[in-house]
């Protein structure tokens, strides 16, 4: 199968940075403090649907994170405090939702507070948002299950079908804890985020260097049970948007621990995941698929590949261009075929990503952390010189 290449210059790099910045202005207007659902419908975001006694758009869910997430990105882009601002705005949202209990049983604290709390402690030291990121880091420590010493993804932690199961997309939360024990002194935050990666490193990924999006542990005797699929096609099965977190959350935390064998497990990932691209190199939804299949994309997966291939391709020390290429042709092929420049009836960044595809969830639609991701790549290529969100 002959590849496309669609490595963007840094003319197409600005371009692209251009146009996510008129839709992020437009949605600034529509959405201000309030969020956007997790995807698109007909390809345009509306706001977050109420439940659970609180109106439309209000601060639940874990992907609230990424909508603040791509005002820091665009504020860090162009220095423009208007972003900054609207950044700030939504600090005492996710303040209010640690401190009342709102939708907090999951692992996902650490994608909704590293991008909503982190960021302004670390820009200007606002001590609202430092105290919101320790208390939702705390919370995260009540879902540790000892002996297994790993973190419980979702939902109370006496749930029989959830007790004892963790998923890969949790690599991503742990820097949380990492900054917790950086910014208060306290190594046991940073002790739990050691114990839980060894057990996916050891479990999660397969030796044939594919990943289980969610496996199980005893967490009575902490033995290690099975793995399963909860989006992917199958349990045996590749899910792409599970690799491609195994990408970037194996260097990520390698970054954190200076672990080897952490950039190894991302390393092997990435060689899977790129070893299973289709010629315009935007993953299908699980890698068992390719062209011909008549399956939908995952574009969603390719932004967070993008981002993670280069943060893989800084930690090596040979500077790591066969990763940083492969990123930039991803990048340059969600530029070219899957975002919404030109089309003014999106209000999201990329299109043709899946939530769930079991489910028929978010399926062919723009996605919040696709969005995000896409935005982070190409701040990547944009600013080399970026302070990293994580």
């Given amino acids: 199968m002959t590849a496309i290449d669609l490595r963007p210059g840094a003319e197409a790099t600005g371009s692209a940075v251009a146009a996510a910045l008129r839709t992020i202005d437009a949605n600034i207007a529509e959405f201000g403090d309030r969020y956007p659902g ?42 423009d405090e208007t972003y900054l601002r609207a950044a700030t705005a939504h600090v005492r949202g996710f303040t209010d939702r640690v401190e009342g209990g709102i939708d ?31 208390a939702a880091a705390d919370r995260l420590l009540t879902r540790v299950l000892e002996p297994a010493g790993i973190i419980q993804a979702w939902g109370d932690m006496s749930d029989p079908r959830q007790r004892g199961r963790t998923i890969i997309d949790s690599l991503m939360n742990t820097p949380l804890l990492f900054w917790a024990s950086e910014t208060s002194g306290e190594p046991r935050y940073a002790e739990v985020a050691r114990r ?47 690799q491609a977190w195994g990408i970037y959350g194996f260097a990520l935390n390698h970054r954190h621990t200076g672990d080897a064998s952490l950039l190894d ?20 939804w699980d890698l068992e698929f ?30 790591g261009e066969r990763y940083r290429a492969a ?58 010189d970026w302070p990293h969100h994580w």
């Fill in 196 to 242: 839980h990666i060894a057990q996916l490193r050891d479990h999660i990924l397969r030796p044939d260097d594919t990943t289980f999006h969610t496996f199980y542990w005893d967490p009575r005797t902490g033995e290690p049970l099975r793995g399963e699929t909860e989006q992917g096609h199958s349990d045996e099965s590749c899910w792409a948007r599970g």
């Fill in 265 to 284: 497990a991302s390393r092997r990932c990435a060689d899977y995941f790129l070893a299973h691209l289709p010629a315009d190199g935007v993953c299908y």
């Fill in 327 to 384: 990123a930039a042709r991803i990048l340059g092929s969600l530029i070219e075929r899957y975002s919404t420049a030109g089309h003014p009836g999106s209000n999201a960044l990329i299109l043709h990503g899946v939530y769930d595809k079991p489910k028929n969830v978010g399926v062919d639609e723009g996605n919040l952390w696709g969005d995000y991701f896409y935005l982070e790549a190409l701040t990547r290529f944009a600013r080399p």
């Fill in 104 to 134: 907090v049983e999951t692992h996902d604290l650490g994608f909704l507070y590293t991008l909503s709390c982190v960021l302004p402690w670390r820009t200007s030291a606002d001590r609202t948002a430092r105290g919101a990121a320790l």
């Fill in 38 to 79: 997790d995807t698109t419908a007909h390809g345009r975001y509306g706001l977050r649907p109420a439940g659970g006694g609180l109106p439309e758009g209000a601060n639940q869910g874990w992907t609230t994170s990424f909508w603040p997430g791509m005002l820091w990105l665009a504020y860090e882009l162009t220095g």
């Fill in 290 to 319: 390719t062209d011909g299949s008549g399956e939908p994309r995952d574009s969603s997966a390719a932004a967070i590949a993008a981002s993670g291939l280069i943060e893989l391709a800084d930690a090596l020390p040979d500077g």
